[in-house]
């Protein structure tokens, strides 16, 4: 069974440029997540979807941070300006409805802003 | 609002020794806890889950934890360290059946030969 795929692995950029991340779960899996991790920090959740609708998005920042899951499969994870405290590592998870907790995590896209 | 402490950010054993990762939590309503681990460039992966049934949990690798109500903590535990185990180690806790997890800061377990 492949694991939950993102790309790009690395990325570095100016500030108040522009960038995308993209998360493709396990086959089968209607909840996405995706989470920032800063350097020394736990994750912490931004948005999660269930298929392609939001459940929850009260951490993301929605003036620079937007999100999307159109056809409840893969997703993609936005910054637009970014500054530089948005460096970190951006983690997609998936997981089947009903199995929150047992959450399968991508490798992460580390997000350096200069 | 719920919150994770996790005491000491590196935790230096030798192989074979008892490991001890300390987590402390506050929660306003009885709380789901978890621990996570993550190796270098990878994603988190469960570890092991309390989610309000037998105190002591058992996880994968041979790890557990016990929940403490009165304490408020979750340390895990494992008998033996092995060189694998050698990784960054994080506490999370949740409040009641809605999965919206706060972690803690993590804690960097070195294993030494």
């Known amino acids: 069974e492949a694991g939950v795929a993102q790309s790009p692995r690395y990325k570095i950029i100016e500030k108040r440029q522009s960038v995308a991340f993209w998360c493709n779960p396990i086959?089968?899996?209607?909840?996405l997540y995706w989470y920032q991790q800063i350097l020394g920090q736990g994750p912490k959740l931004l948005i999660q979807?269930?298929?392609?609708?939001?459940?929850?998005d009260s951490q993301l920042p929605k003036d620079r941070f937007s999100a999307e899951r159109l056809k409840g499969v893969d997703s993609t994870l936005k910054i637009q300006p970014a500054k530089l405290e948005d460096s970190a590592v951006y983690l997609c998870?998936?997981?089947?409805?009903?199995?929150?907790?047992?959450?399968?995590f991508g490798p992460g896209t580390r997000l350096t802003v200069t | 609002a719920q919150s994770v402490t996790q005491l000491g950010s590196h935790v230096s054993v030798s192989e074979g020794a008892l490991v001890l990762l300390r987590c402390n939590y506050s929660s306003s309503v009885p709380p789901y806890l978890f621990w996570y681990v993550q190796y270098p460039n990878q994603g988190l992966q469960l570890l092991l889950k309390?989610?309000?049934?037998?105190?002591l949990v058992k996880g994968i690798n041979g790890f557990e934890a016990e929940f403490k109500k009165s304490e408020t903590s979750f340390h895990l535990t494992k008998p033996s360290a092995h060189m694998s185990d050698a990784a960054e180690y994080f506490c999370?806790?949740?409040?009641?059946?809605?999965?919206?997890?706060?972690f803690g800061r993590g804690t960097s377990l070195i294993v030494h030969p």
């Open positions: 979807f269930q298929n392609n609708g939001v459940v929850d």
């Open positions: 086959s089968g899996h209607a909840t």
């Open positions: 999370a806790v949740s409040e009641g059946g809605s999965y919206r997890p706060t």
């Open positions: 309390y989610t309000s049934a037998a105190t």
């Open positions: 998870a998936s997981s089947y409805p009903g199995t929150d907790y047992e959450q399968y």
